[in-house]
């Protein structure tokens, strides 16, 4: 074999004359494998380089109590403070944490996914980027018997612990707070179509205003692709210069809605007596702008605390233990941008 090339599962396999099932659960020392097979995979995993010889000791002991850490943005105040969370935990326990960012594009996720699988993570706890949409990259880490946890931005059919927030509920909650300030033509800048959690909230606006008797209009609906400060700049303008412009505007998170604040703002709309916002994440410049920012908190540094605890009990009883599903509270508080 080419000393360039990188040794996968299915060589070693090959190789060996056995099943790459076998293989895998050899390398993590299962006890349904024989001492003999484990052995003599290991010895030629080493021999040929499969991991790096700092590894060495600890691949032998099964573990290299490294967990990978896959998320969206690092510069970003809710996947900082996830960050922050998986840390403290990982910390606590004794686990090294190798955090890679995906930009939002799936073939960036696919990357740092299989350098992390090179070197072998003993589980990995991933916030998808938006493109992504099927989980081919992820399942190799369970079919070498590597756990996975989601957290936040999920696919609900990817069988693995997930931890969310209630994202119906706070939207739910932003929607109904507009109503009974007296909003009647509430607008919606909303996330992608294919993200779970962009679905939840338009999910809670709609069923908000149906519950009032309100009926929400396609023209106040706008996807974002990038959910940026620009993308709410441009939709408040759309809107706002529409043949019937809304009273309130409910964003997907508080980064549209600071582009949303700063076209009313240049364009002479009041906030709040002409138009209502509200966002979503509770970053700390909600409240140092003027008028401060009405949000839905979501408590990052709990996601990640919890997320790395079902990471450390798949790590510790063995991918057989339940997927748990955790929903944490998301909760309204308001500011100046509601009257």
Known sequence: MSEKHQLTLKDIAKELGLAVSTVSRALKSHPDISEETIKMVKDYAEKHHYVPNLLAVNFRKSKTFNIGLIIPELVHQFFSSIISGVLSASNDQGYNVMICQSNEQVDDEKKVAKALLN??????????????????????????????VQVDKIIETFDTPKVIVNDFSGAHQAVTELIHKGYQKIAHIRGRLNVHHSNERFRGYAEALAENGMVYRDDYIKVCDYLNQEEGYEFARSLMEGENPPDAIF?????????????????????????????????????????????????????????????????????????????????????????
């Open 119 to 148: 070197s072998r993570v003993d589980g990995v706890i991933i916030s998808l980027s938006n493109e992504t949409t099927e989980v081919g990259h992820l399942e190799e880490f369970l079919a070498a018997e590597i756990p996975v």
């Open 251 to 339: 964003c997907v998170t508080d980064l549209v809605a600071l582009g949303v604040m700063r076209y009313l703002k240049e364009s002479d709309i009041h906030v709040p007596d002409q138009v209502g916002v509200i966002g979503f994440s509770n970053w700390q410049l909600g409240e140092i702008i003027s008028p401060t920012l009405s949000t839905v908190h979501q408590p990052g540094f709990e996601l990640g605390e919890k997320a790395t605890a079902l990471l450390l009990d798949k790590i510790n009883n063995g991918l057989e233990s339940p997927n748990e599903l955790v929903v944490l509270d998301a909760d309204l508080i308001v500011r100046e941008s509601v009257r």
